[in-house]
């Protein structure tokens, strides 16, 4: 009988030659039935298509041979005890020393015929080898030629093992293995049965095949994500608003009152938005701009239209500094226009709250920014219309829904600072629309940014105190908050007293990190923005969203330690004012080649798009995807950033079918949706 692969749950116990045993260490590369043994697949591939005999050992390469068994020695004594096999093939004799492989003895007996594999050397008169790769060949079996694959391992299993349980699950249950995608649509893409393509991952004959199996099995796994997604969006479209006229009015005294005029970028993803915001299902956008790039007026604008249909709005920032900064801004801007706004953070001392929580809930307030408090049990909105998220990465999914569960329907609009490559941004947001603000404000001068090594360290200190002396402000930013085991690493304290006491003890200096009180953070964050402290040291808490004109200098020591997306954020905390701005990273002799890559992207670019290509490239998908994916979807062959045409091609077919076929869901797929409703199950 066909099955789907999520199907095949035996226990992978059933499997010949897989013991308790086995099965308890398979558990640990989180293999338990069948399925999951058969997408355990190769890491990467051994080219075993060469064939080269005993006597042709010293030219570059491995011995690749069909031999027999000819004697079995042993050497050594009690637990040096060690095997020796004697083998022959067409052109020579060889031997094969079995350090810990003692079990050999039985595996291969004397007479019996094995695929032998190695690098060779000629030693003590013999042709012999100790790392070498051998399987024995049984009756009637094919020898393992062409690309043999390569597995993660775990201790105790070793790769003749995986292969050859792998063999058996293929035997017993991969040919029954059905499709899954629409014959017609397989055929148009090209994509081998997957039967085949199951088969081929694991023991390709050649590149070609190994690379047309790896095609089909993306390309499915990528239509799949893609059609959850178009679900998604369809789920939401179904959603209907009947929305007010909002001519904009109060949105264009806004921008008469502004002391700029708006970028076309901003106005064009205002416009994008606004957009949204006229059609009958809720928005979904997600805007993304670097560090200064004014995401914020804009987010403030397309909230005015909420509160001009008679709705509410909230934004949610993640830090309680940056909610009040943002609340800040609001107050000026939109108070005149009598826009009623509050702010909700965690603390906001017990006798305001009621009355706050009172307001929220009789409509009294049009705006309200926060931060996670916006979501408590205890807050109630009266129509909550319009939801911005800022820097939304640093927010759970959860907490996300958490704050739309709030509203009725409400538009969404997520905001980022770290730009998420193309690539991705289809996979993991694929059902967002997506808007970009690519270029800053006019008359910002670009930071200039220095690498330099940590010996030099008081080259850079020197050239701060020019910047000092000059009425500038600056950050130092370290990795730690305090000491450490690891002695050679500055933290923010011992670097806070050594600043003030020794290096400029004519300076005021503070000292900022996450361990602090909020009150006593505000502190010291409104005495550095009013100028009265001159230098802030700090840890990364500094990050996000912080806009100092007067400070033009960013020091990160330790810079190796640091992502990209961080060290990008740190920079863009200064260049925000009429000054030239100047960026130091300092970096230690104990850096990575990563690192190195790091540094230098940044040094080259100030541009958060290309850098966060750069990243992607650095890093690889993995560790992005790793935390957002989950159940059945997860990316186990597809490489959104490698396969991206294939990615595009995938998510048009997926969107094709969902739009074609409203019903899709009732009828003809039906075969699609028993895999979506396992991956739903599975993502509990
Ligand atoms: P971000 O995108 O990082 O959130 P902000 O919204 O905080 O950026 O904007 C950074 C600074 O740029 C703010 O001081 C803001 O007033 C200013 N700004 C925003 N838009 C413009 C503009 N069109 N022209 C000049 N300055 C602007
Ligand atoms: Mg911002």
Redesign the pocket.
Known sequence: MAVFLHELRQPIGTLRGAGPALASRLGRLGIATVAELLQHYPRDYEDRSAYRPFSRFAEPGPVHTIATVTAQEWFGFGRMKTLKLIVADESSEAALICFNRPFLEKTLPVGSRAVVHGKFQFRYGEIQSSAFDVERLEEGRDPIVGLVPLYSLTEGVAQGTLRRLMRSALDMYGKRVEDEIDPELAAARELLPKARALASIHFPAAAAERESARRTLAYEELFKFQLGIALRMRARHSQTIRRKAAPGLLAERLIQRLP????AD?AKVLAEINADLDEPHPMARLLQ?????????VALLAALRAVERGGQAAIMAPTELLARLHAATAAALLEPLGVKLAFLAGNVDDAARPPLLEALASGAIDIVIGTHALFSEDVVYEALQFIVIDEQHRFGVMQRLALYKKGNIPDMLM?T?TPIPRSLALTLFGDLAVSS?RTL??GRKPVITHLAKQENELKVYDFVRKLLAEGRQAFFVYPLIGESEKADLKSAEAMAARLAEEVYPEYPVALLHSKLKEEKKREIMESFVAGSTKILVSTTVVEV?V?IPNAAVMVVEHAERFGLSALHQLR?RIG?GAHQSYCFLIYSDDITEDAVQRLKALYGTSDGFALAEEDLKIRGPGELLGTAQSGAFRLLVADPLRDFELLKLARADAFGIVKEDPGFLTAAHALYRRGLETADKAKG
């Open positions: 700029f005029s708006l970028t901003q701009g670097d560090v200064g790039s004014g995401k914020t007026i905001m600072a603000i404000p006019p969203g806009d863009g925000r």
